[in-house]
């Protein structure tokens, strides 16, 4: 696997300074994403999960370990990645049609001006937001920037999606549909994705692989192989099979919070 | 209707106004050294319509280009402060102590620099009363700039240049419009203090004073409603660029 893997992180160290001092936030971290394959990546706040996405990103360089990308290393921005953020940050003077088209007038591409228009139409289709193309973000409901936010990040095609949070600040019907939204971009886009997230009933929908991060200076703690195949119901999160899952995870979250073994030590007493 | 609104509703509070202003005068029995009345203004306009034209046209050519330099300026000091912290915070005490001072003990100062070059001095004086609000507009538009702006177009391998040109820039339009507005009318004030404080024969400032020395109290009154009309011009042009320009910050506007 390690050999096919589109993202590889290998005994990722990071510290940031500060004015007390280096604040370690990565220590010996491993992460491997196959080609098509859904990550999620938990782990208790403040742990280190949005330093990941700007290492994977080119953004931000670790201290110590190796971060790679199709077998790259990655020593700069690469613009085969697409984001997207809690915050939709669309650029308010520009139509949503113009927002979706944004990385395609970055990256270089052969397309001509009506091939880019034609992405960026296909795209808002797929998350349901045609009709939508000539609107401003701001005549836009929060799930509707992020659908498009969603459009943007894929516009270029890029071979790794990164989401760090993005359906985190959404009330809770808005959120489910938009997993629902990911998983029809799954079907219908070529792309490797990596999830951050705090949300454990998010991970187990969505992703095909769950990454438990300890808390910081954050390592692997726990890595869950989610049994679902690719079509997935919101049913099948009320299933006592999910229940065991969430249940597992859960456990090792407050593993992570390094809860447990107070816990334990106070029993012991 | 839509017109009516628009314009009708300015311009009858304006009539209103002027009545108003005109009762207050008449029921007081104020003779026009006290107080003129807008009644003592259209004589004084007619008996100066040349004079009002010519020097209305100094005022006015000196306070746009105060204003453009001030802009100029004011745009790239903000874009200097808005990219680095330190620079910021080296130069804000700097240009906070520039803006403390009254703008009237400068004027002296400035019309010795420059003896005799009153059309610089009066510039000088327009642009430097009015460039701080731009400045500092512009450098919080740039310094507050979310983070995640950056970094999708840093990770699609966008330059720095090109980051400014489609976000920065930009972003910062509204706040920019908004300062400029305050600039506007600051820059107006510095413009007359040179043409009132240094008179040197041009100007509206220089009509004010004429009408000062020769006890001309209508003419004195017809000159500030002179300046508040181009001021009120000036103003309503900076709308029209806000509107083209940054009409996207209008919530409105649907």
Not at chain 1, 21 to 29: A, N, Q
Request: glycine share 8%; with cysteine; proline share 5%.
């Amino acid at each position: 696997m390690s050999s096919k893997a589109l993202i590889e992180i290998k005994n990722v160290k990071h510290a940031y300074q500060t004015d007390a001092g280096p604040l370690p936030v990565l220590d010996g971290l491993n992460v491997e994403v196959a080609k098509g394959d859904f990550t999620a990546v938990v782990g208790p706040s403040g742990c280190g999960k949005s330093t990941l996405t700007r290492l994977i990103a080119g953004l931000l360089f670790p201290n110590e370990g190796k971060v790679f990308l199709q077998g790259k290393r990655v020593t700069s921005p690469r613009n085969i990645v697409g984001m997207a953020f809690q915050n939709p940050v669309l650029l308010e003077w520009r139509s949503i049609l113009d927002n979706v088209r944004l990385p395609l007038e970055i990256v270089p591409n052969e397309l001509s001006r009506k091939q880019i228009d034609d992405r960026g139409y296909e795209l808002l289709a797929m998350v349901g937001l045609e009709g939508f193309e000539d609107k401003r973000p701001s005549e836009l409901s929060g799930g509707m920037r992020q659908r498009a936010s969603l459009c943007r990040a894929l516009a270029h095609r890029p071979e790794v999606l990164i989401l760090d949070e993005p359906f985190a600040a959404l009330d809770a019907f808005t959120r489910e549909d938009l997993w629902q939204i990911m998983h029809e971009l799954r079907h219908q886009e070529a792309f490797t994705c990596l999830l951050i997230t705090h949300d454990l009933r998010e991970s187990v929908f969505l992703a095909d692989q769950v990454v438990v991060l300890s808390d910081r200076p954050a390592k692997t703690q726990y890595t869950l192989d989610v049994p679902f195949g690719r079509d997935r119901d919101l049913d099948d999160l009320y299933t006592p099979e999910a229940t065991e899952i969430l249940r597992d995870l859960r456990y090792q979250i407050q593993v992570a919070q390094k809860r447990v073994d107070e816990e334990i030590q106070e029993i012991d007493k | 209707m839509n017109f009516l609104k628009k314009f009708g509703i300015p311009i009858a509070t304006l009539i209103v106004f002027c009545l108003i202003w005109e009762f207050i005068v008449w029921i007081n029995g104020w003779p026009n050294y006290v107080m003129a009345s807008p009644s003592d203004l259209g004589p004084s306009f007619l008996k100066f319509r040349w004079l009002f034209l010519e020097y209305g046209w100094d005022t006015l050519w000196r306070t746009v280009a105060g204003l453009l330099l001030a802009i100029v300026f004011g745009v790239v000091v903000g874009m200097i402060m808005g990219f680095s912290r330190t620079i910021r915070e080296a130069i804000y005490p700097l240009l906070v102590g520039f803006n403390a001072i009254p703008k009237a003990t400068v004027v002296p100062v400035v019309a010795l620099l420059f003896v005799g070059q009153h059309d610089l001095n009066t510039i000088l004086i327009a642009f430097m009363i009015s460039f701080f609000p731009i400045t500092v507009s512009i450098s919080i538009g740039l310094s507050t700039l979310e983070p995640e702006y950056r970094d999708i177009l840093l990770s699609l391998g966008a330059s720095r240049f090109t980051i400014f040109r489609k976000i920065a820039l930009p972003k910062t339009l509204p706040e920019f419009f908004g300062a400029l507005k305050v600039s506007v009318t600051l820059a107006f004030i510095g413009t007359n203090l040179m043409e009132i404080v240094e008179p040197h024969g041009r100007g509206l400032g220089h009509l004010f004073d004429s009408g000062k020395i020769s006890a001309d109290y209508p003419l004195m009154f017809a000159v500030l409603i002179a300046l508040a009309i181009m001021g009120i011009g000036l103003y309503y042009v900076v709308i029209v660029l806000e509107k083209i320009f940054a009409g996207w910050a209008d919530r409105d506007v649907t």
